[in-house]
Structure formats: C-alpha cells, structure tokens
C-alpha cells in the first residue's frame, strides 16, 4: 500500500491508548493530532472547556446473607454517596421500577432498589419511594469479567437535576443470583467526590477561497470510553479528519473548511456543545455538518446517517450511486457530535461503517477489526463528496430541519444525554 492509503490506519496506531475526556491521556492524544497538523503544514489551536468530573473513592457490594460473598460493582458516577463506613440494606427487586412493583411496599429507607433499567419515569419513581440506594445491570447472564467490563456510568444530567440516590452497577449475572433469592442483605459502601476537569477540541481551518464567510464544519470525536482503546470508536473519525484535512490543505475549496477534532464526546457531546455555545458567531457561518464517528472496519457496512430534510437525503442517496458507494441510509438524529450543530439547524451528515459483530464501549474495541483499504475507501469517498458541497455555486442543501426531526433534536438536547451504555455498534 501507498504512504496515503495507509495514513489514516497510521494515525489510528498512534492514538489508540485511553483517552477518557479530560484526562492527562486524553490531552496526549490531543497533542499528537496537534503536532500531525504541523507537520502537513498546517496550523491549529486548542479550545479548552471545563467538563464535570467525578472521582470514585470507595465502592463495593458485599452480600451478608442469605450466604456471604463480595460481589463486583461500579458507581454511577454524580449520584451522591452512602454515609463512611456504608451501610446494611435490604434488597428489594423492583422489576421496571413502575408503580405496580411497589405495590405493598411503603418504607424502603433501610433498602437497595434493583431495576431493570433506569428511565426517566422509573428514576422519578425512585425519588418518591427514597430508598437508601438502587441498582441496575448491564450485559449477559452468562458473561464473565472477562466477557464484559464493568465500570463507572454517568448519572445522566436531566436525572441529577432531579435529585440524586447513590447507585450501582452489577453484572447481569450476578443480578439474577440476587433476584433469585430470598432475604437478601447487602452491605453497600459509596463515597465519590465531584469537581471539574479541562477538556479540549482541536480546531484548524482552511480559509475558502472564493466564498470564505459560508463555512463547511467537519467534526469527529478523539476521546474514548474509559476502557479499551478506543481504535473504531473513534481513533478512526480522528484518522478521517486527518486525511480529509491533508487533502484539503494544498487544494482549498471555494468555501472555508473548520475542522473540529472533539473532546469528551463520549460525556455527552460535550466539545460539540462547547463549541456551538462558545463559538455563535461562527455557527452562523456553518451551512452545512459533515461527522465521522466509527469507521474503517474489515467488515461492512458503509453508513450514511442523514439529519436533515430530503434535499440532503436525496443528495446523499445520489451522489453515493455515482461514485459507487454502497451504504445503509437512515434519517434521524445522529447520537454524536454533529447533533448540536443540527440543533441549530444545520443539515449534517454522520458517515461511517461497522457491522454487527464489532464492538464499543468494551476492552475488545481494538485495533484488530480495522482495515487501513476501507478506511482509505471512506477517506476518497468523504473527499469527493465534502468537495461536491464546499465547491458548489450555490449550496445544494439549505438550512433548516423537517419538524419531525426538530421535535426528536429537542428531546435528545433536552435530555442531555450521554450515550447508551452499549457493547455492540449502535452509533
């Protein structure tokens, strides 16, 4: 393979260590995309924003009867702490956490609450009822530490402001073992402390050369989740940037080009929403959002992920026949950093490709699964298309969302959602 076919799978090599937002790690990464764009040439800045923070002191679960044992848990993180030294619960397995599985039960002050799931009504619910703690779980029953990673999960923002329980997170496994039994006493142990920490995106620009004032805004996320390496989700939106960048550089396009390397996506988008929020006199200019978000596997398929009306449908659909790209197409609100720019209503298209049996958000999101020939694919594919748009005459995709999709945009901001704690490719 040529030094350009296999650039994007280099730069995919180089990042691939931990890069939880605002960490040290994830300022090293920052620093190697900093230093690649000097080297092409170019030039950048750092644009640092402060995110929450959350530092677990003590967490740990141990089973006191009906038989003794210890029993792996993470925290959600932000949902307050137990009083030092933890205390004795009851365990009450509440189901959906829906008004009929409370029936007959009226103090559950000395009790931890198991749910299925948290939801917003479910977590209401909760708050009524004040129990001492509660408790989800994730993943198989039959998964093992090794199968799958527990650790920390964000108290989504909207349930925070709400009030805050201490919770936990055990292994589906070991869920149903808790579920099953009779007379279940736990001793639960919490104390985490809250402060901030300094996140950052990585911006460059490339000034248009005929149109300058209507930008083209080209954003992928580099942080990762806080295990694995982060390779697929998202070394390779990253690697993207990078290769759409080098292309661009010495062959600027009518229009100006803001590339947006993000931090802290994988904590609810938050360099996205830091820079629509820090940056209004440039959103403005944004006529249109191009978003790379996991990318480059052996294993197909391509994907399009429309947020937008049908002009940008259509032109999605049409230019991928003429150059041959084969992709599943879908519209709705892509769960990555170009939402906040849609929010604004700016037409955005998320681009990218993984199959079934890849996964986030685990240990096994390596490097292993990533072919540097499809991710040069995606790059060539992503050159011709953003070029077709930023050298247009007049933009082929105007401003604006259908008003279905500016009611599912004011959901998902609403929420201020992180992603779905997940371990299989539902970007």
């Not at 080209?218 to 993207?240: F, K, M, P, Q, R």
């Not at 802290?264 to 940056?279: C, F, P």
């Not at 399009?304 to 879908?330: C, P």
Request: aromatic share 8%; hydrophobic share 35%.
């Amino acid at each position: 393979m040529t030094e350009l076919e296999n650039y994007q799978y280099s730069i995919v090599e180089k990042i691939s260590f931990n890069r939880f937002g605002g960490t040290e790690d994830e300022l090293r990464a920052a620093n190697i995309l900093l230093k690649e764009i000097q080297s092409l040439g170019g030039e950048a800045e750092f644009m640092e924003f402060s995110i929450p923070a959350c530092t677990t002191i003590q967490c740990s679960m141990t089973q006191l009867s009906p038989a003794a044992r210890e029993i792996t848990c993470a925290p959600y993180w932000y949902s307050g702490s137990l009083p030092e030294g933890g205390r004795d619960l009851k365990l009450v397995y509440a189901d959906c956490g829906a008004p009929e599985d409370y029936l007959g039960i009226k103090d559950l002050s000395d009790c931890v609450v198991l749910i299925n799931e948290l939801s917003d009504d479910s977590y209401k619910l909760l708050l009524e009822k004040k129990p001492a703690a509660f408790m989800t779980f994730t993943g198989k029953y039959f998964d093992t530490p090794d199968s799958l990673d527990l650790h920390p999960v964000e108290l989504r923002p909207n349930l925070q402001e709400m009030g805050k329980i201490p919770g936990f997170i055990v292994r589906a496994c070991d869920a149903l073992k808790l579920a099953a039994a009779e007379n279940v006493t736990l001793h639960l142990d919490l104390i985490q402390e809250e402060c901030e920490h300094t996140s950052r995106n990585i911006l460059a620009v490339i000034p248009g050369t005929e149109i300058p004032d209507e930008s083209i805004v080209i954003t992928g996320h580099y942080d990762s989740v806080l295990v694995g390496t982060g390779s697929w989700d998202n070394a390779t939106g990253a690697a993207a940037l990078m290769f759409i960048y080098r292309q661009f550089l010495n062959h600027p396009s009518k229009r100006t080009l803001r590339f947006i390397w993000c931090g802290s996506e994988e904590q609810g988008l938050r360099g996205s929403r830091a820079y629509v929020t820090q940056k209004e006199d440039l959103v403005s200019q944004i006529k249109m959002c191009f978003n790379f978000d996991m990318n480059g596997t052996v294993l197909g398929p391509n994907k399009l992920m429309i947020t937008g009306g049908d002009d940008l449908k259509h032109l999605a659909e049409q230019f991928a026949h003429e150059v041959g790209f084969s992709n599943e197409l879908r519209v709705g609100v892509h769960s990555s950093d170009s939402a906040p720019f849609a929010t604004k209503g700016i037409p955005a298209i998320g681009i990218g490709r993984g199959a079934q049996g890849g996964e986030i958000h685990t240990h096994n999101d390596i490097i292993t699964p990533l072919s540097a020939k499809q991710m040069y694919r995606l790059g060539q594919f992503s050159v011709q298309f953003i070029s077709r748009v930023a050298n247009s005459v007049t933009l082929p995709v105007g401003l604006g969302m259908p008003d279905s999709l500016k009611e599912e945009l004011a959901k998902y901001e609403n929420r201020k959602d992180i992603k779905k704690e997940n371990n299989t490719a539902a970007k």
